[in-house]
């Protein structure tokens, strides 16, 4: 395990186009977390899970975002119809959590990223 | 709104020189702050976090709740800190930080 991983690494597409992002957490994180990035900004929270279930959405996670992790392992993150505001830098992290200390906050490990273009 | 303000985009000094990354923040309560890094072509990465109190490649940064501020320094800069920094922070029950806009530290030799 050499990290968090993410697929593809760049992604072009066209305007009204679908597109999926995959994640893979390191292996024995049960927390996962998307963020976007664009030009100038840090990372802006998209989403995150804890196994499998989706805990917390950001207002930024429009109808048009969806995201799963169905046996709280990898991840996905799908954008329908994708316009060219969704221009962006896809980040993927993961984290553990202390047994019995569901408000810790644990390291978030970060993957490289899936880069964006919508023409 | 609970955020986190980083008020300089570009930070440039030479080798050697004294730096500090600016680092202000809105929250309520007990927030924890942290700093991130980012070196060219890398992963995004936890430096530092105040509750640690560690000094990590020589940069320390002390929570200073008077004025809200969560600054990043080091005394003495080197070119391979050169990077983009971002300070994060988390609080009113979230377990999600909250990034600023980050400051590119470029140390020249």
């Known amino acids: 395990d050499t990290g968090v991983s993410q697929d593809p690494r760049h992604k072009i597409t066209k305007r009204g186009q679908n597109v999926t992002f995959r994640c893979d957490p390191i292996s024995e994180h049960n927390r996962l977390y998307w963020y976007r990035q664009t030009l100038g900004q840090g990372p802006e929270f998209l989403t995150y899970?804890?196994?499998?279930?989706?805990?917390?959405k950001s207002r930024l996670l429009s109808d048009r975002f969806s995201a799963e992790r169905p046996k709280g392992s990898f991840s996905t993150l799908e954008i329908q119809r994708t316009e060219q505001g969704d221009s962006a830098m896809y980040l993927c992290?993961?984290?553990?959590?202390?047994?019995?200390?569901?408000?810790?906050?644990?390291?978030?490990?970060f993957g490289p990223g899936t880069r964006l273009t919508v023409l | 709104a609970q955020r986190v303000t980083q008020p300089e985009k570009l930070l440039s000094v030479f080798k050697g020189a004294p730096v500090e990354l600016k680092c202000n923040y809105s929250y309520s309560g007990s927030p924890e702050l942290f700093w991130y890094v980012q070196y060219s072509r890398q992963r995004l990465q936890l430096l530092l976090r105040h509750i640690s109190r560690e000094s990590i490649k020589g940069f320390t940064a002390d929570l200073n709740k008077g004025e809200t501020s969560f600054h990043l320094k080091k005394p003495f800069a080197q070119e391979e800190d050169s990077a983009m920094y971002y300070c994060a922070g988390r609080g009113g029950g979230s377990y999600i930080p909250t990034f600023g806009r980050g400051t590119s530290l470029i140390v020249h030799p």
């Open positions: 899970f804890q196994n499998e279930a989706q805990l917390e």
């Open positions: 992290a993961s984290s553990s959590t202390d047994l019995g200390q569901e408000s810790s906050y644990n390291e978030q490990f």
